[in-house]
């Protein structure tokens, strides 16, 4: 069915968003505008503070715009549809369960726990190289382990696209160069539609084909920019010459 549709996946229309609470009113977006294609691996940046998690929120249906419109295949995001999957800053796997428990965990909530599923979930954990860890617990896994067992989780109810909020930030920097590399090759070989949200400007640089910046709250769209890397893998991008050219450039644009 969505495959039909010929426009963006996601697209935000000059969406307004507005905090109500007993202190006052906070407005938190003004004109958000922009929008994302099928396939595509966006990441955005901003300042701290300036919404970049309620943009997850905002396209995941868990917040409604105060005005302005967000659509993922041409209508307004159902909370909790299938067609997302969500990636936190830590990996939140459950102690009590094993790596396979893990994984199966949403073919559960979402009633798809059939054979044919619980397979194509193994399969891809055997895929990415977690077949001979499916029944060990969290805790018996590297920090980098984890977190490719949680992209494995948020994979296994087939999800076309993928919501990343700073899924790396809860790692040290060695480990996030490497899970970065995994994460970004898994994505690319699932054909994927990702948006990541990301403080980190090198890290955005690094994976992403378009990186969109945003201002201070209220959030609004101050560029836009295709990095043309193409398939590069995150580690050759961040040895190719054209990476601190655009680590400057958005640097400069954060700070304004």
């Known amino acids: 069915m969505n495959e039909i549709n010929a426009g963006p996946v996601l697209e935000f229309d000059n969406v307004d968003l507005t905090y109500h609470t007993r202190e006052g009113e906070t407005l938190a977006a003004k004109g958000l505008r922009f929008s994302v294609e099928k396939g595509e691996f966006i990441a955005v940046i901003g300042p701290s503070g300036c919404g970049k998690t309620t943009v997850l929120s905002m396209a995941a249906g868990l917040l409604k715009p105060t005005a302005g419109q967000v659509r993922v295949y041409g209508k307004p995001p159902e909370r909790g549809a299938e067609y997302f999957g969500y990636m936190l800053q830590k990996d939140e796997l459950f102690p009590w369960r ?6 199966f965990l949403p073919l559960e909530i979402k009633k798809k726990n059939t054979p044919e599923m619980r397979a194509r979930a193994l399969a891809l954990a055997e895929k990415y190289g977690l077949g001979d860890f499916l029944k060990h617990c969290p805790d018996q896994l590297s920090g980098g382990m984890r977190q490719r067992a949680a992209l494995i989780r ?15 930030s809860a790692l040290d920097y060695q480990t996030r160069l490497s899970v970065c590399d995994d994460v970004y090759s898994i994505i690319r070989s699932e054909k994927k539609t990702a948006i990541l949200v990301t403080h980190d400007i090198s890290e955005a640089i690094s994976v992403a084909d378009r990186v969109i910046v945003l201002s201070k709250r209220p959030a ?15 580690l050759r991008r961040r040895e190719s010459p054209q990476f601190s050219g655009w680590f400057e450039l ?4 954060l700070n304004l």
């Open 154 to 168: 948020t994979l296994a109810a087939g999800p076309e696209i993928l919501l990343l909020d700073e899924p790396f």
């Open 220 to 234: 609004h769209v101050t560029a836009s920019h295709k990095l043309g890397f193409g398939n590069l893998e995150p």
């Open 98 to 103: 094993t790596v396979e428990a893990n994984i």
């Open 250 to 253: 958005l640097w400069k644009e």
